[in-house]
């Protein structure tokens, strides 16, 4: 792919560029023939696309003010890796393996300002701030995706999606019918049923409820533990069965319809009870209540109806009533000990 620079770029070393690109050239490297965003260069981003939210409407609205302000003044630019960087010419880079890291908002909004506006293409005087890095090796990609995401709001849980695992689980679940969300909205954006897409936090709340048997902080604070290392890698690196990942996600969506059917629950009390349930339907089916991955990878999930999931969850509601039946129950550590002691009956 080749980019046209608006001006001659900064250039330390001939491999890595700073530039000012003119905004119809950057909108004429982001869409394919067809006038479609290349999607592939986004890949590596960590969240999709966000729609009218402040920051996209603000930078809506930079777009289509007709002022002296240049964008790249009002605007924090783009992040560009790849393995090869070249110049053509003094203005003009052949770019190999583009990956648009950092200003994936930016880029989505000036994709839809000149899609809804091509005549303006024409006039366009305007530029955008590019960087352009051809990174040393993995870890150092790694380290600026985590850089340049990390000087916005973006939780560093949330960074943890470009690890490759988390890649992998979205690859095996999208071969059986599920969707993980690994890039915030992108199924949502791609027309998924909501019934079909399984966030990142929903699969680690799930994790965290049956193998570390706290779904407490499963309610309260899953990027807590998502943000520990130690935590992290008992759920993601020792266990990289992708068919544990694939069971524990369907096994999640099961209960949490059923649990979501309770009309006699209000929003609250069904999030509060939810991972609760999860945690009691399978140490009831598998009697016992330190659960592993081999213990889900054996299980027989269609053996779990939606009438022992009802019967469940009314005594998990019936205890959390008992003992107050507000979130401070539910996040609190001692409730997990009322469901063991429930199960011991």
């Not at 051809?134 to 960074?159: H, M, W, Y």
């Not at 902080?217 to 890698?233: G, H, V």
Request: proline letters at 3%.
């Amino acid at each position: 792919m080749n980019l046209k620079f608006a001006d001659i770029p900064i250039s330390p070393n001939q491999k890595n560029y700073i530039a000012l690109v003119d905004l119809k050239s950057y909108f004429n490297f982001i869409v394919n023939d067809e006038g479609d965003v290349r999607k592939s260069f986004f890949d590596s981003n960590v969240r999709d696309y966000q729609g009218k939210n402040n920051v996209n409407s603000s930078i809506s609205e930079t777009l289509h003010r007709a002022d002296d302000n240049d964008f790249w003044w009002l605007n924090n630019g783009v992040t560009v890796l790849a393995s090869e960087a070249t110049l053509v010419n003094n203005r003009e880079l052949q770019i190999v393996n583009p990956e648009i890291v950092n200003g994936l908002q930016t880029s989505m909004e000036i994709y839809n300002y000149f899609s809804e506006n091509r005549e303006a293409l024409e006039s366009e005087k305007r530029s955008i701030l590019l960087r352009i890095i051809v990174p040393d090796n993995e870890e150092s990609r790694d380290q600026i995706i985590f850089a340049t995401n990390n000087q916005t709001n973006i939780p560093k849980a949330t960074l943890r999606v470009t690890d490759p695992i988390h890649l992998q689980i979205e690859m095996y679940f999208k071969s059986r019918g599920l969707f993980y969300d690994r890039r915030k909205n992108y199924y949502k954006n791609q027309g998924r049923k909501p019934a079909e897409i399984v966030g990142v936090s929903f699969l680690a709340q799930c994790l965290i409820t049956i193998f570390l048997k706290k779904p407490d902080y499963a309610r309260a604070r899953p990027s807590t533990l998502l943000n520990d290392e130690k935590t992290y890698n008992e759920l993601y690196e020792k266990n990289n069965d992708l068919e544990v990942f694939y069971r524990v996600a369907l096994l999640g969506k099961k209960i949490q319809r059923n649990v979501r059917s309770g009309s006699d629950y209000s929003s609250a009390e069904k999030s509060d009870i939810l991972y609760y349930v999860l945690y009691a339907v399978i140490a009831d089916v598998l009697g016992k209540k330190n659960i592993t991955p081999a213990d889900i990878k054996n299980l027989d999930i269609d053996s779990i109806t939606d009438t022992l999931i009802e019967d469940i969850r009314n005594r998990v509601y019936e205890i959390y009533k008992q003992h107050g039946g507000n979130g401070r129950v539910a996040k609190s550590a001692e409730f997990i000990q009322y469901i063991d002691n429930m199960l011991d009956e």
